[in-house]
């Protein structure tokens, strides 16, 4: 039994830690961020999107820049979607209030987020 214990110890750590990293996975998105008010343009570079958030008032219209030399990005949004590109611009225009949620189908964890905010004007 002693021997039985010396490997089934490690065993159960092991288990323990990859149960605790799973968890740890459900950490906040870069695009529940604070999002940036003014920024109507977003960067998609180096697997990820700048800023990841930005906040927009109706009517507004959005441009995503691809600049990540070869690296190919999309956007891809309820309502909305870029084709595949790693040079050029893709633009959308929110007339909806709400939060809108978009993400790179190509990268996992590139994600961001629009909030469009009505303003008593």
Same mark, same amino acid.
């Given at each position: 039994?002693? &021997? #039985? ?7 159960? *750590?092991?288990?323990?830690?990859? *149960?605790?990293?799973?968890? %740890? ?10 999002? =940036?008010?003014?920024? &109507?343009?977003? @960067?998609?570079?180096?697997? /990820? ?5 930005? @906040? ?13 030399? %070869? ?11 870029? /084709? =595949?590109?790693?040079? !050029?611009?893709?633009?959308? +225009?929110?007339?909806?209030? !709400? @939060?809108? +949620? ?8 590139? @994600?961001? #987020?629009? =909030?469009?905010?009505?303003? %008593?004007?």
């Amino acid at each position: 039994m002693s &021997t #039985r214990s010396r490997f089934l110890l490690p065993l159960l *750590l092991v288990l323990a830690f990859t *149960l605790a990293a799973c968890q %740890s996975g459900s950490a906040a998105s870069p695009a529940d961020s604070q999002p =940036v008010k003014g920024v &109507t343009t977003v @960067e998609a570079k180096d697997l /990820k999107f700048r800023p990841p958030a930005i @906040e927009v008032a109706p009517g507004t219209a959005v441009t995503w820049r691809f600049d990540d030399g %070869s690296v190919p990005h999309d956007v891809k949004g309820d309502g909305f979607a870029s /084709k =595949v590109q790693s040079r !050029g611009t893709f633009s959308h +225009r929110f007339t909806q209030v !709400g @939060e809108f +949620r978009y993400k790179c189908t190509l990268h996992a964890g590139m @994600e961001g #987020r629009v =909030v469009v905010a009505g303003g %008593s004007g």
